[in-house]
């Protein structure tokens, strides 16, 4: 394991303590096969810079072997700091915690699984130098993916930046630089449901975007299939968007406008003697299930908002973490190490 964890051959330790000027926070979960080579660039990227940074990595309750090789990269390298969850709390949730944790006076939100290249890291960097506070990955291509897969996300993009009163980018995922400032006022929003990328729009602050080319897996299997990735739409529309709850009421304007016209055509035939066409049950039994449909449409719309607001009301810690390497307990946000 040593072998795999060197960079240029020499083992690295830094034991002294000191304050890091930059902190990449990292997801992970079930990447055993990823993690030394994603720390490998990482360092590589960060260390030509010359000043202190931290690698904070958070075990999203992995089922394989990725926190032994946590644990070891933190035996390994100091600056590798691990957090574990008790179990699986999701994807937004290993980013705030991350984030939480973190003490950089910029923090890089980046994925595990090497599909953002650290190497754009630098150019982030470099933006954050010339004042900008929120530096966000624009994902200009997209290697690896399926029709399906670029498809709905372009049209989901297009379509959260059209209903929704905060101005997120489009083509952007949570790969970001986030200046200090940013991430203190985003540790203040606490809510369960989480959709990072709009929250830290949302908070302000000078932003500006650095396109690159996202890379195809290096191995393993995609953690967003299908089903979550239509809750992830959810979350991210019900955040930020009433739209789905005032289309009830345009739609009833819309079947009630139709409803008068159609009551008005129906007294017009019937004053007219041309009646017979509207005889039958064919007709009736046709508009009792589509206003039937359309009832249960928006009932359900409106349970999921209900829903969110029930998750929010029962203020439950947003995790729980069972172990910490190298990180000082943190009990502001969410529940420290289980002892």
């Known amino acids: 394991m040593r072998d795999m964890l ?32 994603f720390y490998r660039r990482v360092v590589a990227v960060l ?18 072997q990725s926190p032994d090789v946590m644990r070891q990269l933190h035996e390994h390298d100091p600056r590798v700091k691990v957090i574990s969850f008790s179990r699986n709390f999701g994807h937004q949730i290993a980013i705030t915690a991350g984030t939480d944790y973190a003490q950089g006076q910029a923090v890089v939100v980046i994925d595990s699984d090497l599909q953002d290249p650290p190497e754009v890291i630098p150019q982030l960097i470099e933006r954050w130098r010339e004042g900008y506070q929120l530096v966000y990955a624009v994902r200009a291509e997209r290697v690896g993916e399926t029709w399906f897969k670029k498809t709905t996300a372009t049209f989901f993009y297009r379509l959260i930046a059209q209903i929704t009163s905060v101005d997120i980018p489009v083509d952007t995922g949570d790969f970001r630089l986030m200046d200090r400032r940013v991430v203190n006022a985003l540790s203040q929003t606490r809510e369960y449901h989480r959709f990072v990328r709009g929250l830290s729009a949302w908070v302000g602050f000078k932003q500006t975007g650095v396109p690159y080319r996202r890379d195809a897996r290096v191995s393993g299997n995609t953690k967003y299939p299908l089903r979550k990735m239509i809750r992830f739409a959810l979350d991210g529309i019900t955040s930020f968007s009433y739209l789905p709850l005032q289309l009830a009421t345009y739609v009833g304007f819309l079947i009630a406008g139709i409803s008068t016209i159609g009551m008005i055509l129906a007294i017009i035939l019937r004053l007219s003697g041309l009646d017979d066409m509207l005889k039958g049950q064919a007709t009736t039994l046709v508009s009792v299930l589509f ?19 029930y998750d929010e009301v029962k203020r439950r810690p947003l995790y729980i973490v069972a172990e910490t390497c190298g990180v000082e307990e943190q009990t ?6 289980l002892r």
Request: glycine content about 14%.
């Open 291 to 309: 206003l039937g449909g359309v009832q249960l449409i928006f009932l359900g719309i409106i349970g999921e908002y209900l829903g969110r607001i």
């Open 47 to 64: 260390e030509p810079l010359g000043e202190p940074f931290e690698l904070v990595l958070v075990n999203d309750g992995s089922r394989d």
């Open 332 to 337: 502001t946000h969410g529940t420290g190490p």
């Open 6 to 37: 060197a960079v240029d051959g020499n083992e690295q330790h830094h034991a002294t303590v000191v304050t890091p000027t930059f902190s990449v926070v990292a997801p992970v979960f079930n990447e055993e096969q990823i993690l030394p080579e």
